[in-house]
């Protein structure tokens, strides 16, 4: 859809014009207006026509789908209209194929991936189950609201429209996208009411903010975990370090300073800048093992003013190996372009934490309140409202599936939430009745204490989480996935201890 009006599409040249509306008209709409003044303001005909024709393949060609298949201006009404589109044409394969699932199952995984989706995973489902779920007017159009979000905003993001001076860490197109979709799901959740077997009703948004989907409860829990940490690691005798990693310049859009473009950014975007520090932590992580160098903490992930994602580190380790620590995170953080101006001083810094001068925890709190809700910060990195701000971020960690906040080490969280859950622990033994006590008063350290120390492994810490097969209480039945009978459904129950389980979670609900 042509977001150009006629009166001003009717300024160019005529034979001009059908070439301008084919170019322009399968983008965003602030994208075309952008591209529209660009084109007017050089006035060789030649010259005009090569820039946009350019520009545009330049742009299309770091999308995930093209636009020619995905319209990036889509509305909502027409996205549904796609999905039942897709439904039709997967129906179509399914009567070709002939009742062949591994040929469907082909087309279909092509289909998928020509509108930028990725399939269902072969290890994580049945055969029926991939096959219906790509069959599924619902599934499609999940998948295409992310499709278009992402694409919308690399779009936006290539016309060097976020940035510090434009729109920070995010396009408002997305932001207005994101806040749309949280109002949604707050009336769905609201007007939503299940009922337990007790008869007490509740709606889902009530429910909800019970735990930690709730920003004030889950900020609170992160702090905890952290001074607990901290504590600990006093204690032990260990050393914090805060750590910032950054990508490569390749990677960043615009400048900070002035938001001007950079002229070595290579067209990547805030997912493959995430995955490049993703595997290169793996790396990371591989090599410590070998070196036998054990740490704890967390990491939090939040964008720079263009959204080009970067790592804060608040870690814990033995003071022997501190220095192996920092050398090997240092190292691998320079392999790629570490001799690029600026790469010594930006792209891996290290605050040895002194405990005398000031808490660790203290180091990473802000950026846990600026990428959850803004509360208590006076201004953001670059002076921005950091309740804005943190709007701003909350929708790019949405757009681009990045997972903002992360414990490193240290013991089982869904253990700690789960004990909390109880209101009293009865003929358990001295250990786990301990180890509720102190989850219950919310005292990480002592629990992590008891549940065996910081660097106990998962599989020998005293309490573990506990999974059973969801079970239809009124028929016995087990509960399977909508798309398979072969997809057995599992729930978290409850903890097991010693051989023994105990369920926490014992309310049943049903929809009213």
């Known amino acids: 859809m042509l977001a150009i009006p ?25 994208a075309q207006k952008i591209l529209f003044a660009r084109y007017k303001t050089i006035s060789n005909k030649q010259v005009r026509n090569t820039d946009l024709r350019e520009l545009v393949d330049g742009l299309t060609a770091k999308l995930t789908v093209s636009p020619e298949t995905l319209s990036l201006s889509m509305s909502e009404d027409e996205l549904r209209e796609e999905a039942e589109n897709l439904v039709d044409a997967v129906l179509s394969i399914h009567r ?4 062949n699932e591994q040929e469907t199952l082909s087309s279909l995984t092509a289909l998928c991936r020509s509108y930028g989706i990725t399939p269902p995973e072969e290890k994580k489902y049945t055969l029926e189950g991939r096959l219906k779920r790509m069959s599924d007017k619902s599934w499609w159009l999940r998948k295409l609201r992310r499709a278009l979000r992402a694409n919308i905003e690399t779009t936006m993001r290539h016309l060097g429209e976020v940035n510090r001076c434009k729109a920070i860490y995010c396009s408002d197109e997305t932001l207005t996208a994101r806040a749309a979709q949280k109002f949604h799901q707050t009336e769905y959740l609201s007007n939503t009411v299940m009922t337990n077997q007790h008869g007490q009703s509740f709606s889902l948004l009530e429910l909800s903010q019970k735990g930690v989907s709730d920003p004030k409860i889950r900020k609170t829990e992160l702090m905890v975990r952290a001074r607990g940490f901290e504590e600990l690691a006093n204690e032990l005798g260990h050393v914090a370090t805060f750590l910032t990693i950054t990508c490569p310049s390749k990677y960043h859009r615009s400048y900070a300073a002035t938001g001007d473009d950079n002229p070595k950014w290579q067209g990547y975007t805030p997912a493959e800048a995430q995955t490049y520090l993703n595997e290169n932590w793996k790396l990371v992580r591989a090599k410590l093992q070998r070196e036998d160098v054990r740490f704890y903490g967390f990491r939090v ?9 970067h790592w804060h580190l608040l870690l814990f380790v033995e003071p022997r190996h501190y220095d192996t620590l920092i050398n090997i995170m240092r190292e691998y953080a320079m392999r790629e372009d570490g001799d690029e101006n600026g790469a010594d001083k930006h792209r891996f810094t290290e605050v040895k934490i002194d405990p ?13 309140s600026k990428n ?20 701003r971020v909350d929708a790019w960690a949405a757009c681009w599936s990045i997972r903002q906040f992360q414990q490193l080490g240290g013991c089982s969280v869904t253990v700690w939430r789960e004990l909390r859950r109880l209101k009293a622990m009865m003929g358990e033994s001295k250990l786990v009745t301990e180890i509720h006590e102190a989850a219950d008063k919310g005292c990480w350290k002592t629990f992590t204490d008891l549940m065996g120390g910081v660097f106990c492994k998962r599989t020998e810490q005293a309490i573990a989480p506990h999974y059973e097969l ?14 398979s009978e072969e997809e057995l459904l599992k729930v978290l129950k409850g903890i097991s201890t010693g051989g023994k389980t105990i369920i926490t979670r014992t309310n049943e609900w049903h929809l009213s």
């Not at 599409?9 to 301008?20: E, G």
């Not at 070709?96 to 009742?99: E, T």
């Open 6 to 30: 006629e009166s001003e599409l009717a300024k160019i040249d005529w034979d001009d014009r059908a070439f301008v509306k084919e170019r322009l008209s399968l983008l965003p709409a602030k």
């Open 372 to 391: 959850i809700d803004g509360e208590n910060l006076e201004a953001g990195v670059y002076g921005e409202d950091p309740k804005c701000a943190a709007a």
């Open 356 to 368: 005398n001068k000031g808490s660790a925890t203290g180091y990473i709190a802000k950026y846990i």
């Open 301 to 309: 992930v939040e964008p720079q003013h263009d959204g080009t994602p």
């Open 470 to 483: 969801a079970v239809d209480t009124a028929t016995g039945v087990v509960k399977t996935s909508m798309y």
């Open 96 to 99: 070709a194929m002939m009742g």
